[in-house]
């Protein structure tokens, strides 16, 4: 059996060492599912889809962001059955894809997170513009990203393709801030 891999695995030492100071938290959030769906709004999947564009809707450890007028992303932990998404579809017109193998999730925490990214991202992360029950696809240190904020940090879903650059990138721009 081959053993899994995750795309920033090689950094989970470099990321421990750089949360270190208190300042920052840095880590991958390795495996969690995420299922692009499609479908008329309002229609009802079992999960709740945010209806204003730029939201997130949680309900317990599933988390919906609005990517588009027709288009969410579910984030699930590791395990999620994107089947049971599909079965509460049934005839209807739609399309739900796991696409979980397509990214990572990467955890920027900590009191100095909103700096760190600020450093690479145009967006104004203030947290009365930008905090938990937003999202945004935005670009990151010229990788394209989907941003989440949360109560404890931001979620950053990246590309796999990416994954190493964009954790260099972090560790980079977290020098300023390691103890």
Not at 4 to 17: D, H, I, L, T, V
Not at 104 to 118: H, K, M, N, S
Request: hydrophobic share 45%.
């Amino acid at each position: 059996m081959v053993e899994r891999r995750s795309p920033a695995a090689a950094f989970a030492g470099r990321f421990e060492a750089a949360s270190r100071g208190g300042a920052l938290t840095l880590r991958e959030l390795p495996f969690l599912t995420h299922v692009n769906v499609r479908v008329e709004p309002g229609t009802d999947l079992g999960v709740p889809l945010p209806a204003e564009p730029n939201t997130t809707v949680t309900s317990g450890e599933v988390t919906v962001a609005w990517l588009g007028p027709d288009e969410w992303l579910v984030i699930a932990p590791p395990g999620y059955r994107p089947e049971l998404l599909r079965k509460e579809l049934g005839e209807r017109h739609g399309s739900i894809v796991d696409v979980s193998a397509q990214r990572t999730t990467l955890f920027v925490g900590g009191p100095r997170a909103r700096d760190l990214l600020a450093h690479g991202c145009a967006l104004d992360l203030h947290p009365r513009g930008f905090g938990p029950g937003r999202c945004a696809q935005t670009m990151l240190a010229r990788a394209q990203v989907v941003l989440v904020p949360r109560e404890d940090g931001f979620l950053v879903l990246v590309r796999s393709s990416f994954a190493a650059y964009l954790a260099e990138w972090l560790l980079d721009a977290a020098t300023e801030y390691v103890t």
